[in-house]
């Protein structure tokens, strides 16, 4: 027999939780991010968006769009007017192929600083993308209010750094190598190590955001069981970014080879995220996301789900 003889229960939403939503509850989500002087209250239908700015001549999307200072103040306040509560500013870029020498100091310091330094004082809310130590003292000390570093402060004295300032602290996971035995437990026992040791230098759990590194160091499909795995990520109880936007990733499950093709295969992307609690979205396209974000938000809203 393929069904039971009970008698079918009617159908009901529960008006205060979903099935998500219980699952997430089960632990202790995530409600701040602290930020130095910026302490962000998050909550999962209001997640933030991290507009990204790359001030580089050879980012894989945007490279040499806004290598300008004033074109990059002028792409802030755009990105800023569609929605995004954070500016990403990046002076390094992480491409497929990139050098891992990375730039040197003195061009990173020339393309980041006046950026960091003017957007600051136009009361952005800055974040930088670096792994130098000296650059993250140098931001913090102007009021950027976020260190983002692709190598999880693993360069030499990036973790000291990075403990000496009041800055929030998004450690990212990514790998020299595909060969993974589980890519969800080894990518969470990754950023769980990297939060023990910013711990043990004095950063306040609440600082600390976890990124998975979709993209870096992982197969298509991998990246993709790290989308699928947000609610477990989520679940640790630390505020939690995905960044895949215009990715190979997402051109590889759309068939769009130019990353400016994949703009709405990287909304749904980032949507799949937000439905399963990820508080910290980082997109290019930031009116569209926020578009995405709000018709899902009122659906959530109507059916009572917080």
Not at 184 to 208: M, T
Request: aromatic share 6%; hydrophobic share 40%.
């Amino acid at each position: 027999m393929l069904f039971r003889s009970e008698a079918l229960q009617p159908f009901s939403i529960d008006k205060n939780k979903s099935d998500k939503s219980k699952m997430i509850e089960l632990h202790e989500r995530a409600s701040v991010w602290r930020c130095g002087a910026k302490v962000f209250e998050i909550d999962r239908l209001h997640p933030l968006i991290m507009g990204i700015l790359n001030v580089t001549p050879d980012s894989f999307s945007d490279g040499g769009t806004h290598n300008g200072l004033e074109d990059a103040v002028a792409w802030a306040h755009r990105m800023r007017d569609e929605g995004a509560h954070i500016i990403d500013v990046g002076g390094e870029s992480t491409r497929p192929g990139f050098n891992e020498t990375g730039v040197t100091l003195e061009e990173e310091r020339r393309r980041v600083i006046p950026v960091v330094e003017r957007l600051v004082k136009e009361g952005f809310i800055v974040s930088v993308d670096t792994s130098k130590p000296e650059i993250m003292t140098e931001v913090a000390s102007l009021g950027a209010h976020i260190l983002n570093d692709i190598r999880g402060f693993e360069m030499p004295g990036a973790l000291e750094a990075a403990a000496a300032t009041d800055c929030g602290l998004v450690v990212m996971h990514r790998s020299a190598t595909t060969d993974y035995k589980d890519v969800v437990a080894e990518v969470e026992a990754y950023l769980q190590k990297r939060q023990r040791l910013l711990e043990g230098l004095g950063v306040s759990a609440d600082r600390i955001c976890w990124d998975p590194g979709f993209g870096f160091g992982k197969t298509v499909e991998q990246n993709f069981a790290l989308l699928g795995s947000t609610e477990r990520f989520v679940a640790s109880g630390q505020p939690y970014l995905m960044g895949l936007s215009r990715k190979s990733s997402i051109g590889a499950a759309t068939g769009h080879k130019a990353p400016m093709d994949r703009i709405a295969g990287s909304i749904a992307g980032a949507l799949i995220a937000v439905e399963q609690g990820a508080q910290v979205v980082r997109v290019h396209d930031c009116r569209q996301t926020v578009d995405a974000v709000a018709v899902w938000r009122a659906s959530e809203e109507a059916c009572g789900r917080r």
